[in-house]
Structures are given as structure tokens and as C-alpha cells.
């Protein structure tokens, strides 16, 4: 018998022939990837108007109103939606002129898809003429969903010039909400958006009130809700049901479903027959909701009416009890309030008044 001989074949990989096919087959593989990888990149490459687009947007660099940086702002105005997201990659660039050139642009063209980034550049940009191009753009652009940072902005912003900016931007919110609710704008008495709900507007009419729940798509009206004019109002920061409306003369008042029906929360506010009590701002905190702020005063005279300010009032049980943390000088009328940590700011013409908070 013969035995047949049995082999084991164990590769050694530190031949040198061994480990050139190793590095081969490895090499094919990364040129394989490598030919992916470029093929994948050039399935989706930039269209001639992206190109185009990109173009007129580096001419928003230049400081300057040139011709060239003129007649491309013009183009860009016209590309309209399309010159959108680059505009929006340069309002994050390192360039501070262009950033600032790109927000003015998203103004001009006013699209609602540019509303969150320019609500970025407000809050966050390091140059004031940035934030200020920025508020002003937010006026333009048809989406209610920007009033409540114009509204912190208004206040909040260490330069008057984007404090200023913001506030004329919220006066041409006014004006477009009035003509989303199809009321006449001088009859638009008050209006809130709900900050956990940007889609929730409420206007205030007469005693009428008008909801939306899709961004001023549609509206629905409730007749003779309220319980007289309104003359502030502020929706809760957590719970776009719960409403605070100062009414003309009859202190606050309270809802929490909605607008339909409301409750006097009067408890320590300066109301009382004969008393033309005034609320001229309202704000809820932002980080708890049953702590509410007024700014209040009173009405003296008849054929001339003196506003004399009664105070800042705080309410940390939603509404049921107030108490005052502060004197504004009588002539002060506070139009905008806001809460930023354990302080609390108020507007009073070109003033910003601050109070801290025990």
C-alpha cells in the first residue's frame, strides 16, 4: 500500500510576492472606493444657475454699492427662491460685510424659507449691523413665526439700532397679521403668537377675536369674546390655549381655552371704580409659565388723557395674585417687556429699563 501524501498549505504573508498581492488586492479596493466616491460627487453636480447664483453672491462682499455688487443684487432679487440657500450659507460666513449684504438680500426677497436663519443671525451675530439687517428682514418676510424673537430683540439687543429695527419690524408684522384676519390694520386693537405654537396668532378686534393654527392660512372668529377692547395681550409660554389680555379699563383677564371665554384677574392691580387702569405690556416667563409680568398705569383726564404709570407687577400663580417690583418714573409708558434670567427688561420709548428679580 501507498500512502498518499497529505499537504497543508499555510500562506505566509511575509513572503515578498505574498504581500505584494496583499497591497493589490488592497490598492484595487481604494481605487474602487476612491472611483464610488467620484461618481457619487458628480451625479448631482451644481446646475449652471447654481453656479451663477454663487457667483452674485461673492459680489456681496464688496463694501462698497458698486455697479457690479448693484447689478447683482438685482439679479439676485429676481432668481428670487432659487438664490435662497446661498444666501442663507453666507449669512453664516466668516465676512462680516457679506453676512450683512446677505441678510439685506433675504429681505428684498422675503422668502419664508429664510425666516430661521435670519432668526439666528438676530440672536447670535457678533456684528450689530448683521443683526440689525437681520430684524429689518424678518419684517419682510410673510411668517408670523418671527415676532416672538423681534419681540426679545426689541428689548433685549445691546445696539438701538437693531432694538429700533425690530421694532419696525413688528409694526409691519401688525399691519400683515391685520390683513391675514381681514381686519382693517387701524382696528387691530392687539396681537400674540404662541412661542411654544409659532403657528398660533391670535388678534384682537373690538370685542371680537380671531384665531389661526396654520400660520395665517385660515382663520377662525369668535363674535364678542372679549370682554371689552383689548389693548395687550401675550399668549403662555408653554400652552397656546392660555391667553392674558389687558382690557381698556378693566385690568386683566385670563383665558385657557383659547379666547372663547375669559376671567378677571384683577387680585392687587390698581382697578377700582373711576380708575382707567392701563396695561401697556404683558409678558409670561419664558421658563415658567404661571409667572406673569405687567406693566401697568393709569388714564387721568378726559378731553386730555395723561398716562401716569402705576408699575411693574409680577404674578407667580398665573394670574390669581400681583405684586409690585417696580416704579417706573410716572411718565414712562413701558410698551415691551421681557425676561432674561433673574431680570427683567422693560421699553419705555428709547429706554430700556431693568429690574432684578429677588
Known sequence: MVNNPTYSFKPSFNAPHHRL??????????????AIVALSASANPPSAAEVRVQGLVNQLQEPRLTAQRHAAQQELESAGEQ??????????????????NAADMLGFIASPGSTSGLEYALANDVDFTVRRNAAYALGEVNDFAAVPNLERASVLDTS??????AQDSLARMHTRIALSAGINDQNLNAYAVAPSSVDTVYAATGRDLKQTTDG???WDTF???????????????NDPQTLYAGVNSLGLYKSVDGGRTWAAMNNGLPTGAGVQTV?????????????VYLATGVALGTSEVQFVSTGIMRSTDGGAT??????????QRVTQLLVKGNQIYALAGNQVLMYRLS
Open 216 to 218: 395665517g392660512k385660515s
Open 160 to 165: 438701538s439700532q437693531v432694538r429700533q429695527a
Open 322 to 331: 400681583w405684586n409690585l417690583i417696580g416704579s417706573p418714573k410716572q411718565a
Open 21 to 34: 498581492v496583499l497591497w493589490t488586492i488592497l490598492g484595487l479596493g481604494l481605487a474602487m472606493i476612491a
Open 223 to 237: 363674535k364678542s369674546a372679549l370682554p371689552s377692547i383689548t389693548d395687550q395681550s401675550a399668549v403662555s409660554s
Open 279 to 291: 396695561i401697556s405690556a404683558i409678558t409670561v416667563d419664558p421658563t415658567n409659565s404661571e409667572t
Open 83 to 100: 438664490a435662497v440657500p446661498a444666501l442663507l450659507v453666507a449669512l453664516r460666513s466668516n465676512n462680516p460685510v457679506l453676512r450683512q
